[in-house]
């Protein structure tokens, strides 16, 4: 089977084309349905030969947290009778690329010791938005084994500055 990459391409391309004028809003429904669609038992659903397209549909709308619109609707049809409900992760995260290309911005992963407060974030966002050159829409995940610090994931650029980087560092400098 083709990459998930590969095959979700085209569906976050036509999407992206056709809702220009509303990105946030598709996004959000967007977004609604990857969650949806990366349910492993919601899969294996789908793919059972005996449950039809219609099915799937209403099971996929039912555990929505709102409904979709008639775009939203029409696309989530076509990509359960093409047999691509598994791609919509990865459709979301192309869709998303794309519309931070237009806006001039980028995802930022924030991984952290501890939680962050807003007012931290906000002027650790405005710092990273300054090391990276571009508007950053942060999220933020904690992770205890960091021990202190932040790692930042922006595309494919890391900047890591947690103490479990620097013990790593000073264990390679130590033993090389």
Known sequence: MAELATIARPYAEALFQVSRADLAATQSWLDGLAGAAGNDELLQFAANPKVNASQVYHIVTSVLKSPL????SNFLRAVIDNDRLAALPEVARQFRQLANRVSGSADALIQSAFPIGPAELAELKATLEKRFGRRLEPSVQVDPQLIGGVRVVVGDEVLDTSVKARL?????????
Do not use: V
Not at 69 to 72: A, F, I, L, S
């Open 69 to 72: 619109p008639e775009r939203g």
């Open 168 to 176: 790593e560092q000073m264990k390679m400098a130590l033993t090389a």
